[in-house]
């Protein structure tokens, strides 16, 4: 089992930034798919980013959004800059353990934080 606990978020300005902390505990997330993801209201869970070897990220936050991992910490981050109201969300972490070679589904993410709440005023 892995449990996720996501922090960081608040209530920031347009234009300002935000980084978000996703603790992992109960094993190892070194080598895991970890994704970001987001969900406004009324609207479906989306995805915002995701690192494994490599990074992905939504075209909506690419050159905005920097999705990193520390290992020592079984940690991973979200650093948030430029941020827009559209942003505004309640953002999820998530791992996949399956060692895949692709971009997981959301569907695909075994274990999910609670999730932390970023909302952006104009």
């Known amino acids: 089992q892995v449990q996720l606990v996501e922090s960081g978020g608040g209530l920031v300005q347009a234009g300002g930034s935000l980084t978000l902390s996703c603790a992992a505990s109960?094993?190892?997330?070194?080598?895991?798919?970890m994704g970001w993801f987001r969900q406004a209201p009324g609207k479906e869970r989306e995805f915002v980013a995701a690192i494994r070897w490599n990074t992905y990220y939504a075209d909506s936050v690419k050159g905005r959004f920097t999705i990193s991992r520390d290992n020592a910490k079984n940690t991973v981050y979200l650093q948030m800059n430029s941020l827009k109201p559209e942003d505004t969300a309640i953002y999820y972490c998530a791992a996949d353990p399956n060692g895949r070679f692709y971009l997981p589904r959301l569907d695909e993410y075994d274990y999910w934080g609670q999730g932390t709440q970023v909302t952006v005023s104009s």
């Open positions: 109960g094993r190892t997330v070194s080598s895991f798919f």
